[in-house]
T-cell receptor, first 113, second 116 residues
Framework: AQSVAQPEDQVNVAEGNPLTVKCTYSVSGNPYLFWYVQYPNRGLQFLLKYITGDNLVKGSYGFEAEFNKSQTSFHLKKPSALVSDSALYFCAVREGGGFKTIFGAGTRLFVKA | DAGVIQSPRHEVTEMGQEVTLRCKPISGHDYLFWYRQTMMRGLELLIYFNNNVPIDDSGMPEDRFSAKMPNASFSTLKIQPSEPRDSAVYFC??????????????FGNGTRLTVT
């Protein structure tokens, strides 16, 4: 069965500094990997996805993620954090060929001005 | 594109009452998902449909929960009877294979259910 782990409940970073939100996954086949963001009282919004190919994926709002097959990781990154990036971030995995999407527990990002 | 529409946004009910949550997916989307979000358990997949047919309901917690999708533009999640531990935010999401696999999920803004 597929699973996702986000080891950090919370990440704190100063505005302008780079940020990383960690994610590791477990699937039996080829993984499809996603990052979503959730703002208060809203549904999740899609940021980016990895299917195959280039290990560095670029997404919305300047975010990017690096796929590492040997470490089964898919960390979310941004070179320069904004206060408005403060939100709850979810990593998700789907086994290739399927549609069942499993989410991690979420990581709350605080960006301090 | 109006997005995924869920109703009601908030529902407060008493234990033992029937609760019905509603979802209108994005037009043309052929997959529909119901998730539940709580602080303790995070985001749990309850059930998902493809072309109105339930594909996987292994996440439905008990027989008190049921979900239907009578047509491509409407789905319901029903809890009967409701219990305080059902209090959570329930999300509906839709997706389309026509966007190219793997297509992301598009979430509604959720229904916050409180059972007293």
């Amino acid at each position: 069965a597929q699973s996702v782990a986000q080891p950090e409940d919370q990440v704190n970073v100063a505005e302008g500094n780079p940020l990383t939100v960690k994610c590791t996954y477990s699937v039996s086949g080829n993984p499809y990997l996603f990052w979503y963001v959730q703002y208060p009282n809203r549904g999740l919004q899609f940021l980016l996805k990895y299917i195959t190919g280039d290990n560095l994926v670029k997404g919305s709002y300047g975010f990017e993620a690096e796929f590492n097959k040997s470490q089964t990781s898919f960390h979310l990154k941004k070179p320069s954090a904004l206060v408005s990036d403060s939100a709850l971030y979810f990593c998700a995995v789907r086994e290739g060929g399927g549609f069942k999407t499993i989410f991690g527990a979420g990581t709350r990002l605080f960006v301090k001005a | 594109d109006a997005g995924v529409i869920q109703s009601p946004r908030h529902e407060v009910t008493e234990m033992g009452q029937e609760v019905t949550l509603r979802c209108k997916p994005i037009s043309g989307h052929d997959y529909l998902f119901w998730y539940r979000q709580t602080m303790m358990r995070g985001l749990e997949l309850l059930i998902y449909f493809n072309n109105n047919v339930p594909i996987d309901d292994s996440g439905m917690p008990e027989d008190r929960f049921s979900a239907k999708m009578p047509n491509a533009s409407f789905s319901t999640l029903k809890i009967q009877p409701s219990e305080p531990r059902d209090s959570a935010v329930y999300f509906c999401a839709s997706s389309s294979t026509r966007q190219g696999a793997p297509s992301p999920l598009h979430f509604g803004n959720g229904t916050r259910l409180t059972v007293t």
